[in-house]
């Protein structure tokens, strides 16, 4: 069974950093490779939106234009992880933020099949 766990969000004050984690499990390491793992983030009374992806079989990570620049997403390929590290957080960054996996690559929400649960990231002023 295909599961991702986030983990990492917190509290932290306006301008701090935080490093969020996905675990990854259920997929055979040659199959992972075929996907892409996702960082999305949806904010209270708002749309979900992308954050950033990257394939570790094709070696790339894409984010939205609106994304570059405070946000980074890495992976550990022999620990099956993924990180999502930011930096220099503003309150508006308060979201809860989701890992999850699709076939190929991309940041298209739909385009994802396997979802983790969220994880809590508030930023104070």
């Known amino acids: 069974e295909v599961q991702l766990q986030a983990s990492g969000g917190g509290l932290v004050q306006s301008g701090g950093s935080l490093r969020l984690s996905c675990a990854i499990s259920?997929?055979?390491?040659?199959?992972?490779?075929?996907?892409?793992i996702g960082w999305f983030r949806q904010a209270p009374g708002k749309e979900r939106e992308a954050v950033s992806c990257?394939?570790?079989?094709?070696?790339?990570?894409e984010s939205p234009e609106y994304m570059k620049g405070r946000f980074t997403v890495s992976a550990d390929n022999a620990k099956n992880m993924v990180y999502l590290q930011m930096n220099s957080l503003k309150p508006e960054d308060t979201a809860v933020f989701y890992c999850a996996a699709t076939y190929g690559m991309g940041y298209r929400d739909y385009e994802y099949t396997y979802w983790g649960q969220g994880t809590l990231v508030t930023v104070s002023s």
């Open positions: 259920g997929f055979r390491n040659a199959d992972l490779d075929d996907y892409a």
């Open positions: 990257i394939s570790r079989g094709i070696d790339t990570s």
